[in-house]
């Protein structure tokens, strides 16, 4: 895409010391995206990468502070060399105004919003950051009942169009590849833009620490780890599916050694202890990734088999280079793991059902 039909003028971009992206981020996102921000600054090294992660579930609740305040992404991006400034405190009314005033401080010639819910809402959040700069956003259709959605658009200097393709089977890396072209003509091709985790040292040594304290390390069957939590009930599968799952394969040849990990969140780590607890389950161990955020890629790197529901977890696989067996609802197919040699894809049955629809048998099959 020729550099002056693109959204961030060739000039402003050329002259400019630095840019503020604005997005709201799950893990599964960024796993895509590090990429487009990644080749954005090697093509324009002479702009420092702001970024700006807004958190959706801000709240004035202060008992949900301190689980929002450790939201693990952003270990992940504090962590990428390609970022020179990332604001994470957002979860808080008070700390989200204190950070648009330090945004202000920042003077940004240029504000794109990558934001695709409420997109009104982060045009007059940007605009708000940057009254003087160019700002780029996302748009959706106004309305008669919105004319204040209309007001905000109005404030942005150019608008993304919408991502059509006439490829039924697109992958969402096909979208952030379409954003990046169009903002400076970006070209970001299909083998650059397979996920990548960076894990240091450190966490490295965690993972194998770990597996020597629960006996996991020398062992006769392959390491097996399981992740049966997403955001929501309808993308989750059950920890009763998880134990009947457990002992299937035990029962199998060539999986009567194995050794499994089943994830949890936090949040969910007293309740599944118990609920696991009760089938007393042989050489099973309960994981979360309660101190950093680069424990999760560690210990899925150490093992042989992932199975996961469509979750970051199913993009971290394909990050670390393990097999992966996704289970999925029909909506959204775009999510599915990148790397078609090393995924297999379960989807549920029904347009409508959840993923706790995809049975222990079909998985069983799958294996």
Same mark, same amino acid.
């Given at each position: ?70 939201y693990s992404l952003y270990d992940w991006t504090a ?56 700002? /780029? ?5 106004v309305s008669l009942f919105q004319p204040h959605h ?66 996991? +390390? ?38 009567q050694d194995a050794c499994f990990i089943v994830n949890? /969140? ?81 989807? +549920? ?8 629809? /995809? ?9």
């Amino acid at each position: 895409m020729p550099m002056q039909n693109c959204l961030i003028p060739a000039d402003l971009l050329k002259k400019s010391d630095k840019i503020l992206f604005i997005a709201h981020l799950a893990l599964g996102d960024f796993t895509y995206l590090q990429n487009f921000f990644k080749a954005f600054a090697a093509q324009n090294p002479h702009l420092k990468v702001h970024l700006w992660v807004d958190e959706v579930r801000r709240t004035a609740d202060a008992s949900q502070w301190p689980h929002l305040k450790k939201y693990s992404l952003y270990d992940w991006t504090a962590a990428c060399p390609f970022f020179d400034k990332v604001y994470t405190r957002t979860y808080s009314p008070e700390l989200y105004r204190a950070s648009i005033a330090e945004a202000r401080g920042e003077h940004y010639p240029i504000v794109v919003s990558l934001a695709t819910l409420r997109p009104h809402l982060y045009a007059g959040l940007a605009r708000e950051i940057s009254p003087e700069g160019w700002v /780029v956003g996302m748009r959706k259709k106004v309305s008669l009942f919105q004319p204040h959605h209309l007001l905000a658009y109005r404030q942005l200097d150019a608008e993304m169009p919408s991502y059509r393709s006439s490829d039924p089977e697109h992958h969402i890396s096909d979208v952030y590849a379409f954003w990046f072209r169009q903002l400076s003509g970006l070209e970001v091709k299909d083998e650059a833009r397979f996920p990548f985790v960076d894990i240091p040292l450190q966490w490295h040594q965690y993972a194998q620490e770990q597996l020597v304290r629960w006996e996991f +390390a020398a062992r006769d069957g392959k390491l097996v780890f399981i992740n049966p939590y997403a955001k929501t009930r309808k993308r989750c599968w059950t920890l009763e599916q998880v134990a009947a799952l457990i002992q299937a394969m035990q029962a199998r040849e060539g999986w009567q050694d194995a050794c499994f990990i089943v994830n949890a /969140v936090p949040q969910e780590l007293a309740n599944a202890r118990e609920v696991i607890g009760r089938y007393q389950l042989q050489r099973t161990q309960l994981f979360s990734a309660e101190e950093n955020f680069f424990q999760l890629p560690a210990m899925l790197a150490e093992c042989d088999l992932i199975i996961s529901v469509e979750t970051a977890v199913m993009h971290l696989a394909n990050a670390v280079r393990v097999p992966v067996i996704a289970l999925m609802r029909q909506k959204n197919p775009e999510w599915v793991p990148v790397d078609r040699a090393n995924s297999v894809v379960i989807t +549920a049955p029904g347009r409508r059902d959840w993923v706790k629809a /995809v049975s222990v048998e079909q998985v069983m099959k799958a294996i």
